[in-house]
Nanobody, 116 residues
């Protein structure tokens, strides 16, 4: 079992930056692929970024490439999402996800609001 807690959300002006954190419980964090998803009001949850257990591989949805950076610190059981050049369309609840084979865990989400 993995328990995920996101933090770092808030209000930021367009063009500004924000860093989200997701801290995981459990001693097997380093074996999980970690990802960030987001859900805007009235829309389905969508993939934002993911990172492999070793940090060698990272993946991004096209709309955030060049602006967002996902990273992890396995010693701290934490995955991060650095959001730069924020846009109003980035406004959403951001969720952290941990995946290993058939196991998948979600955090409770953190609200990000980008004002224009």
């Amino acid at each position: 079992q993995v328990h995920l807690v996101e933090s770092g959300g808030g209000l930021v002006q367009a063009g500004g930056s924000l860093r989200l954190s997701c801290e995981a419980s459990g001693r097997t964090f380093s074996t999980y692929t970690m990802g960030w998803f987001r859900q805007a009001p009235g829309k389905e949850r969508e993939f934002v970024a993911a990172i492999s257990w070793s940090s060698v591989n990272t993946y991004y949805t096209d709309s955030v490439k060049g602006r967002f950076t996902i990273s992890r610190d396995n010693a701290k059981n934490t995955v991060y999402l650095q959001m730069n050049s924020a846009k109003p369309e980035d406004t959403a609840v951001y969720y952290c996800r941990a995946v290993l084979a058939y196991q998948s865990y979600w955090g409770q989400g953190t609200q990000v609001t980008v004002s224009s």
